[in-house]
């Protein structure tokens, strides 16, 4: 047969391939619907089972496992059984045609439009270098995984040979041990559009394979995975669907399509527990399965759950070591390898620590060893402490050895200018592609209180007791004087880590680990910048369902030199934003962090925001209860003051009574010592006062001017440590009363309904991105769109702007004020007029020819234009400002305020990022100070606040669907008890934005944007 495996003549076809093979069904094809073994069984996905149309061709490079109808594409392919993903959002219309322009062609590594060249070819080694990704394995592990070049054919080689005989048979249905050079050819060049195939690299190996191949020039292609047996198991098949239906979106693909032997059900379990709807049909013992990819709710959150499991469990690997190499481990105190080995020894590490230093024979009595790869046994965690000159042959050493996390406390990288930020960088890319994650470099370490691991990877002289707060910061230094803190304050830790130049692992993979860590229940975050904005939003919202987030963040002027290469810039407003959207509780220092983190540690959450305050001094029951009311807080009753003679006893009936009362949510205790009795006593008396009262209310001090929690308020666990229903102390009745008021505002958070995402009615998104992409700028600039295509655009999202039209004369504008109907308002064309306090550029209520005639001789006068917008009187109303605000890091955010020079000069605005939920969309309008007079302030008749949020809604869902939208000003807004009505609208359009945290799991780029 030509073309048959080693034969000559045209390329070798699927069929071609199945008859070498020797695999034919009862009716004399191929058998073609082969599958290869992932977990436990075999069988993942199906394989080709005919030539394509239009094109012939193989696949044997990949041992293929997912089959294809007949007539069609060869593809390679292994899924593992059990493994799913979820596609990103495409770029697909419901009409099956590409939604972006040029998306046909695909981008080229500058970003440009990649086309085909005179002979109608694309360039194998040009793809869109986006289409790259570092990739976190359900095992912790990581690969990197970029489209297949023509110079991967050896890796594709390699990769067969390594395939057992009965992975090869359910790809094949017979022994294909070697690959004839013209199918190697075929299938290591690709277009990177019609013909996409992605490579998962560990290391220079080849560990699997993904590609498709689009059909008849359709939406739908091929598709087909093959996992090296060894790393079976691992999560790649399901990253790999994942990328591959992204990519296929971005080429105007809408539907995969797959056979697979019926007796394969892993593979069919692949795809259905990715969240798609798969549709199936059998012939003949072959399964034909189909899918669109555009994403489902199901699919996402699938894609989640597997990116949150994956994470989490490299971060697991980081704090549960069974064996650590300290490199660069030294008898001398005086170097950082000295102190880091003494930590470990000292804490009594529940595994084997390993010595690595090449002078020594041992370090402190510990046998020493000159290289990591000296060590016999495997390592799991190498805690570095080498001159930062010296990381890269560490680094050499410890991924020939395996080692799978790395812990760099040594300096001298990114804040020592480009050559250390070059190197950082370059030590972290090399880390990722082999499988390893690294903290650091210049970190302070990593620590785990847990009684079966007892791990302090840290340089920190003095550490908290074990507890279950979980703490990450940035700054090594600062991180010292933190662990101080929480431990004379008798706040113990479960776990910390100080990421240092944050190079690798961040924030956003300890809130992975932490959602699902039995040993954690409140998380503190000291935050000096954000690697992926969105995603920290994304996490912190879902974690803090569950449990508290307590955030400093510092940076709002400067970030550090080191750490700006591997941050976003977002403004202050969109910080605000991301915290209050998430349920992020945020302070300003680190005193007010531990303040609060002390309540949630020790105190359950209160009910209201009703408080009760006992006290011996009216004078400080005074100023708590001031504080209380300035936050916001309510009295449930007068500050109750027992006097100054007071004995414990009368004391602890007092607190008996407030706690018992209904009308209280939380306590107060606000003590002054008196001379005649010890203080101590009075403690006592209060913690058992507590300890009998069967209600679960907060309880806060300010007793003996103590910080933290003093042994008389303390609860002890068995290691004694102040535990649960602790009380704590505060300094001033004004700290205790802001650290409850906090936790208060968290509670009524966490009560409110989450809400659900919402589609408003009557969208027209297809018409919409039609007109975007009809106005965007060929050169990726922005621009402003004209005053039809913004009424274009909006009516589109049912966002209807009050009648106009454009007068060029005096009669013009009376002819448009009789079409109108009167009455009818002028307004100047300059928006500078517009917009003064003094309306010199408007005049209202108009309601004859000759008021037209006079306002527009006025208008022409005041801004020597002859052109004035004629416009139809919308209902009375309060002048409120709908916004768009593109932040190229964090996303969209939307804007509400009221109208005026007052409101913008104090900024009186509330943001909340998109996409919205309802409850987000009618939290929104009530936000800003002013908003009481939007529901009737003063008797007034309350404006139609349900218009409001469903145009807010309309809007939010404008910029998702169209990230091109940068900006958008709904300004004003007249809301009136008959509605809101928009009065003026300005709308720019450009590029869009590259957006972290959207499409499929990836870690974050650590190469800088140039």
Known sequence: M???????????????????????????????????????????????????RGESGADPAAGGVASERPDSVATEGKAAAGESAAARPGA??????????????GSSPSG?????????????????????????????GTVHLRPVVPSDADGLVALHSRLSDRTRYFRYFGAYPRIPPRDLERFSTVDHHDRVAFVALLGDDVVAVGRYERLDHGPSAEVAFVVDDKHQGRGLGSILLEHLAAAASECGLRRFVAEVLSENAAMVRVFRDAGYQVSRAIEE?????????????????????????????????LLHPNTVAVIGASADPTKVGHVAFANMLAADFAGAVYPVNPEHRSVRGVRAYPSVLDIPDPVDLALVAVPAEAVESVLDACLAKGVKTLVIVSGGFAESGPLGLHAELRLVGEARAHGMRVVGPNALGVLNTAKDVRLNATLAPRLPKRGRTGFFCQSG???????????????????????????????????????????????????????????????????????????????????????????????????????????????????????????FAHQPLPAGPRIGIVGNSSAIGLLAADTARAEGLRLAFDPVDIGPQAGPDEFAT?????????????????????????????????????????????????????????????????????????????????????????????AAWRQRPQGTLVRPSGLHVEQAQEIVRELLPEDGSSTLLSDDDVVRLLSCYGVDVVPFRVAASESKAV??????????????????????????GVRLDLMSEESVRVAYRDLCAVSGDEDVYVQQMAPKGLSCAIGLQDDPSFGTLVSFGLSGLVSTLLGDRAYRAVPLTDVDAATLIREPRTSPLLTGYRGD???????????????????????????????????????AFVANARLVVGAPPTRPDTGPRRLRHITPVD
């Open 92 to 105: 697909s219309s419901a009409s099956g045609e590409p939604a972006k322009p040029g998306a046909a062609g």
């Open 285 to 317: 013992g072959v399964l034909h399965l189909e899918f669109d990819i555009d994403p489902t709710e199901e699919s996402l959150a699938v894609a989640r759950s597997r990116e949150q499991a994956a994470e989490a469990r490299s971060v697991h690997n």
């Open 112 to 140: 440009e439009t990649q086309s085909p060249t005179a002979d109608g070819k694309r360039d194998p080694y040009d793809y869109p270098r986006d289409w790259e990704a570092d990739v976190v394995l359900s095992d912790g």
């Open 654 to 746: 007092a607190v008996r009574e407030a706690l018992d009362s209904p009308d209280t949510d939380a306590l107060i205790a606000v003590f002054a010592p008196p001379v005649a009795i010890p203080g101590a006593a009075y403690a006592r008396a209060l913690r058992e006062a507590v300890s009998e009262v069967k209600q679960s209310k907060p309880i806060v001090s300010t007793f003996l001017a103590a910080e933290g929690v003093p042994h008389e308020l303390a609860v002890l666990s068995d290691d004694g440590v102040p535990t649960r229903g602790s009380i704590p102390s505060y300094s001033s009745p004004e700290r205790a009363v802001n650290a409850l008021a906090r936790v208060v505002r968290y």
């Open 815 to 840: 002819a448009a004020a009789a079409e109108l109907g009167y009455p009818v308002t002028l307004k100047a064309v300059d928006e500078r007029l517009r917009g003064r306090p003094d309306f010199a």
């Open 941 to 979: 008749e309350p404006a139609d606040l349900a218009a409001l949020q469903d145009m807010v809604l309309r809007v939010a869902a404008l910029a998702e669907d169209n990230p091109e939208v940068r900006s958008l000003a709904l300004d004003p807004i007249l809301a009136s008890p008959d509605g």
């Open 477 to 599: 230094a600062l991180g010292t004087a933190i662990l101080a803190d929480a431990g004379s304050r008798g706040l113990g830790l479960s776990t910390f880590v100080s990421a240092g130049n944050r190079a690798d692992v961040s924030g956003n993979d300890l809130l992975q680990y932490w959602e699902t860590d039995p040993d954690t229940d409140l998380v503190l975050l000291y935050l000096e910048s954000f690697g992926n904005p969105r995603k920290f939003a994304r996490l912190a919202r879902r974690l803090a369902r569950s449990k508290p987030i307590v955030a400093v963040k510092s940076g709002r002027h400067a970030v550090r030199p080191q750490l700006a290469a591997t941050s976003a810039e977002v403004d202050e407003a969109s910080v605000q934003a991301l915290f209050e959207q998430a349920g992020v509780v945020r302070v300003e220092s680190l005193a007010q962090l531990f303040d609060t983190a002390l309540v």
């Open 2 to 52: 030509a073309g048959a495996p080693g034969g000559t003549g045209a390329p070798t076809s699927e069929r071609d391939i199945r008859y070498a093979a020797g695999g034919t069904s009862a009716a004399g094809t191929p058998t073609g619907a082969a599958a290869s073994a992932a977990e436990g069984g075999h069988g993942d996905s199906g394989s080709p089972s005919g030539p394509a």
